[in-house]
């Protein structure tokens, strides 16, 4: 049976077993799915290993993304972009292949919630891994503005310049800040110690659209404090968890899984409805 896996560490409360089985289950792919967690030093040896036995694809999670992005025969376009892969393919001429889904996740998943990209004015918070990989595909979709906010000023006027030719990109530092904005994206680190980016509450405003890359099974840090602040629309990653897999299934298996009915369930696996 064809074998697939996710590398990570921590990985063993990784979700990706779970989707990518039912994805299998619903397009009727013969494949299994499990989890890796090598030390941070034997990432390269036990991605060699795993190709070397049979397996045909993987993803890559935190803290792998660069390692992988170094250890790849080729990137895919997006993958450059990103700097970082978070799924490899093993092609039919043996190539290992490095792909990145997570930014299209999250367009798939912004979309799927209605969300209009087409000139929009976007702010995106954070300027690390995650901003990077999201940016590509955010100005793909035309919106009339994006502007970089980050604690570490310098960092978001390297990504901005760095983007800058694929459109209307600009850093900013959260003191300089204007509105409207019509979406909000963090995708700093913040929520995981429960802390805030340092947002003034005057740019959140009722038709605001409020994203937050992460997710839990309860409102995470920033979207609890959106919401106090009057945001009615809030979404959270768990959406973008399940479409980066659908594209990641997609790249592998050339068969597009339905995510709806995979979300639901994943939210029932996780106790959210
Ligand atoms: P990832 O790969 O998930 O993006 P990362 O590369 O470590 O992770 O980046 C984390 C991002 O969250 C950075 O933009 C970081 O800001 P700095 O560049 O100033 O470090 C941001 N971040 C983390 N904690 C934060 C906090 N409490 N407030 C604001 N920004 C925070």
């Known amino acids: ?115 209009t990209l087409a000139d929009s004015r976007i702010l995106l918070l954070g300027a690390g891994g995650a901003a990077r990989g999201a940016l590509a595909p955010l100005l793909a979709e035309l919106p009339s503005e994006l502007v970089i906010a980050n604690r570490t000023h310098t960092k978001a006027q390297q990504l901005a310049a760095e983007f800058h030719d694929l459109g209307p990109v600009t850093a900013q530092t959260y003191e300089q800040l204007a509105g409207p904005f019509d979406l909000v994206i963090n995708s700093t680190s913040a929520s995981l110690q429960g802390e805030l980016p340092p947002l003034a509450p005057a740019l959140i405003h009722t038709d605001i659209a409020i994203y937050d890359m992460m997710y839990s099974a309860s409102d995470t840090a920033f979207i609890s404090w959106a919401k106090q602040h009057g945001a009615s629309q809030t979404m959270d990653g768990l959406g973008m968890l399940v479409e980066q897999a659908a594209e990641a299934f997609t790249v592998w298996r050339g068969i597009r899984p339905g995510t709806k009915q995979v979300l639901r369930e994943l939210k029932r696996n996780l106790g959210v409805i």
């Open 1 to 115: 049976m064809d074998r697939y896996l996710v590398f990570g560490h921590p990985v063993r409360h990784s979700k990706s077993p779970f989707i990518h089985t039912l994805f299998a289950r619903q397009t009727q792919q013969e494949l299994e799915y499990g989890l890796a967690e090598p030390a941070v030093d034997e990432f390269a040896q036990a991605l060699c290993t795993f190709f070397d036995q049979g397996g045909k694809g993987c993803n890559v999670t935190v803290p792998f993304k660069e390692q992988a992005f170094a250890l790849v025969d080729r990137l895919s376009p997006r993958a450059k972009r990103a700097g970082a892969v978070n799924t490899i393919k093993l092609t039919d001429d043996g190539v290992l292949l490095g792909d990145n889904t997570d930014g299209a996740g999250l367009v798939a998943d912004l979309k799927s919630h209605g969300v």
